[in-house]
Nanobody, 115 residues
């Protein structure tokens, strides 16, 4: 089992920045990739960014150049640095961890971008 705890959400004005954190615990040796998804009201959950154990990253087109995913293996933590935030980035952001045969999810953290 893997447990994921997210933090760092909140409210910010357009153009502002936030950093989300996701701390993993439990069977962390089984994780081969982690990432962030988001879900806005009335919309499907979508991939925001992902990072493999080898450090390879991928991003949704809508966040490329604005968001950066990174990981601190010593702390078993993944970060999502979000800059130049837009109102359309408003959503609940979920951390995920992939193991062979199962994907784990965090509880979600709200990000609201509004003036």
């Amino acid at each position: 089992q893997v447990q994921l705890v997210e933090s760092g959400g909140g409210s910010v004005q357009p153009g502002g920045s936030l950093r989300l954190s996701c701390a993993a615990s439990g069977s962390i040796f089984s994780i081969y990739a982690m990432g962030w998804y988001r879900q806005a009201p009335g919309k499907q959950r979508e991939l925001v960014a992902g990072i493999t154990n080898g450090g390879r990253t991928n991003y949704a087109d809508s966040v490329k150049g604005r968001f950066t995913i990174s990981r601190d293996n010593a702390k078993n933590t993944v970060y999502l640095q979000m800059n130049s935030l837009k109102p359309e980035d408003t959503a609940v952001y979920y951390c995920n961890a992939d193991t062979v045969g199962k994907r784990y999810w965090g509880q979600g953290t709200q990000v609201t971008v509004s003036s």
